[in-house]
């Protein structure tokens, strides 16, 4: 069995989330300062979440049905391959290329081929910052792929967009952190999905691996 079909097959534990979540706290952080600086607007993010998957639904904060979303998305090659999207409402996605180019905030306003040049650019740099100290954690190159920015509609009943499902298929878990401004409203998310490879590391980094912890428990005989 693959270490892939292994990671599937079993659930993991509280602190195997827990180390999932702390990897994902530092990558956003960085990926908020560098989007922050990019746009000269002050965003920052709230606590990481780990959530299983395949997603059912979208939450309300991203819109309601119908609704247009922006998604980025970089493939992440290193032992395995990773993914990274982020999430933006139209018009959230909207007015940071306004702040990016410079130019008087229009919302709301149809989406521009400028607006996916600025979505790629700032794709690319915060998921590149997110990336940086969490290679220098699990010591491992990673080899972002080009961003892609393309966008979807919320379906009928806050059913997920069809792109992202496509996106998300393959993967078991998402780091969730959500990108909020200085008045504390939402204005986007951002994603990782970590392979069976970079979990594992990320398992032994913290000490929470198979080994370690069986290890513990025969220690204290549970």
């Known amino acids: 069995?693959?270490?892939?079909?292994?990671?599937?097959?079993?659930?993991?534990?509280e602190l195997?989330?827990?180390a999932l979540k702390e990897l994902g706290n530092v990558g956003a952080s960085h990926a908020s300062a560098a989007l922050s600086?990019?746009?000269?607007?002050?965003?920052?993010?709230?606590?990481?979440e780990c959530v299983p998957l395949p997603m059912k639904k979208m939450h309300s904060r991203f819109g309601k049905p119908g609704e247009v979303l922006a998604l980025i998305a970089i493939d992440v090659k290193a032992s395995g391959r990773s993914r990274m999207i982020i999430i933006f409402p139209k018009n959230v996605a909207t007015e940071l290329s306004d702040l990016m180019f410079q130019r008087p905030v229009q919302v709301p306003r149809k989406l521009t081929p400028e607006d996916k040049e600025a979505l790629v650019?700032?794709?690319?740099?915060?998921?590149?910052?997110?990336?940086?100290?969490?290679s220098r954690f699990l010591k491992v190159d990673q080899m972002p792929s080009p961003p892609i920015a393309t966008f979807?509609?919320?379906?009928?009943?806050?059913?997920?967009p069809q792109k992202f499902g496509i996106l998300t298929t393959g993967y078991d878990i998402k780091v969730d952190a959500n990108f909020v401004d200085q008045k504390g409203n939402f204005q986007g998310a951002i994603t990782y999905l970590p392979d069976a490879t970079t979990q594992s590391l990320t398992f032994q980094k913290f000490g929470v691996d198979d080994a370690a912890l069986n290890s513990t428990f025969n220690k204290f005989g549970v």
């Open 37 to 48: 600086n990019l746009v000269s607007k002050d965003i920052v993010i709230d606590v990481a």
């Open 16 to 18: 195997q989330l827990d």
């Open 152 to 160: 979807d509609v919320i379906g009928n009943d806050m059913d997920i």
């Open 121 to 134: 650019e700032m794709g690319d740099f915060c998921i590149r910052e997110y990336l940086n100290p969490i």
């Open 1 to 13: 069995m693959s270490m892939a079909a292994q990671m599937q097959r079993r659930q993991l534990d």
